[in-house]
């Protein structure tokens, strides 16, 4: 697939789209990255894309450098950016900016399904009057944008130098540690990103989680004491056995999960 000359914009270019974006450049891609901290603007330079600066809670119009010609779109924009409107229509707002031959994806999360015990694939039928942001967000772009879209509810996100393991060290947990962790590697996101762009396949509603779910308390354990930091010490309330099934991308496409959850140097570097 032609990629030289091929352009993606970024809302939102934080640690996740930088990688994305640093991932496509090298494919040669033209990468445009929003950011609102002048900070970032050198940053995302070093990695070869291009910065424009946007407050999502100032002035939602892009500019028109970013807009023309656009081939890709990504949304890494989480509902706490949404202030001054709602997340729906501030990602409507931005997506319909773009010309009706760019394709879209939105990275959603897999925080959209219930709090509750359970296993939660793409099939869940959700109950529209309980408190979600997510869902209706989701709902108002699908209904936009149709076979143009294609939406990622990822799961916890790990990757180079983030890892939960060390946020959680030390830290008492009151839980018994035995609900299964729900995880994804950047690498992987980075990936299935690529294996859309390549297919043209869009239109389509994934999780994005590794299938391997062993319980906290032994995944944390060994994560710690591979990064030489303190476990986290977790009590005796019983965990809440939430699962979420990462397996339908699979099934339905040629895209393979390749990032282990417990290669540990993987994350140090």
């Given amino acids: 697939m032609r990629t030289q000359g091929r352009k993606v914009v970024i809302l939102g270019c934080g640690w996740l789209g930088q990688i994305v974006g640093e991932a496509l450049v090298r494919k040669g891609y033209d990468v445009y990255g929003s950011y609102r901290r002048p900070e970032v603007e050198q940053k995302l330079d070093d990695l070869g894309i291009q910065g424009f600066e946007l407050d999502f809670n100032a002035d939602l119009n892009l500019p028109e450098k970013v807009i023309t010609d656009a081939d890709f779109v ?7 950016s949404a202030k001054s409107i ?4 501030l990602l409507e707002n931005l997506f319909r900016q773009f010309p009706e031959s760019a394709r ?3 990275s959603s999360s897999t925080g959209i399904y219930p709090k509750d ?7 869940y039928e959700f109950d529209p009057s309980l408190p979600n942001r997510l869902l209706p967000a989701e709902t108002a ?3 936009s944008f149709g076979n143009r879209l294609t939406i990622l509810r990822l799961g916890g996100l790990i990757g180079p130098k983030r890892h939960p393991a060390y946020s959680l060290s030390g830290k008492e947990v009151l839980n018994n540690g035995m609900n299964p962790i729900n995880l ?3 690498r992987d996101i980075v990936a299935a990103i690529e294996w859309f762009m390549d297919n043209g396949y869009f239109g389509r509603t994934y999780n994005l989680v590794y299938p391997h779910h062993p319980p906290k308390r032994d995944y944390y354990s060994e994560a710690t004491k591979h990064f030489g930091v303190e476990p986290p010490k ?3 309330e019983p965990a809440v056995n939430r699962l979420i099934e990462g397996n339908e991308i699979e099934q339905n496409t040629s895209f393979r999960y390749r990032h282990a959850l417990d290669n540990f ?3 140090l570097r």
Avoid: V
């Fill in 104 to 106: 879209m994806i939105f």
């Fill in 141 to 143: 772009i699908r209904k």
């Fill in 86 to 89: 709602s997340y729906d229509a």
């Fill in 117 to 123: 015990a359970g296993e939660y694939d793409e099939s």
């Fill in 74 to 80: 990504f949304a890494f924009i989480t509902p706490s």
């Fill in 184 to 186: 994804i590697h950047a």
């Fill in 265 to 267: 140097d993987d994350f």
């Fill in 234 to 236: 977790f009590g005796t």
